[in-house]
């Protein structure tokens, strides 16, 4: 049997599927569009930008405060996944 590398291993894209929607759950259409585009897709910031029609300063400060809340949301979340 030859394994082929360049296919993604079912069960790790299904792992991916889940996080981003757990993610990008509760977040509006644009900070939606900004962490899949910044994460998933890799875009730069001014990228992000130019695409939202918005300043590449406030991509990255809506950005900031996106990750400030899921950081406040997983931390009241830990006790969900303490062993």
Excluded: C, W
């Amino acid at each position: 049997m030859i394994q082929d590398r360049k296919s993604e291993n079912p069960l790790v894209e299904a792992q991916k599927r889940d996080l981003k929607s757990l993610l990008t759950k509760g977040l509006t259409r644009a900070e939606r569009l900004i962490i899949v585009l910044y994460y998933y897709e890799e875009m730069t910031m001014k990228e992000i930008g130019a695409t939202l029609d918005l300043s590449e300063s406030r991509v990255s400060q809506m950005h900031s405060s996106i990750v400030a809340r899921l950081k406040a949301q997983l931390d009241t979340r830990k006790p969900e996944f303490s062993i």
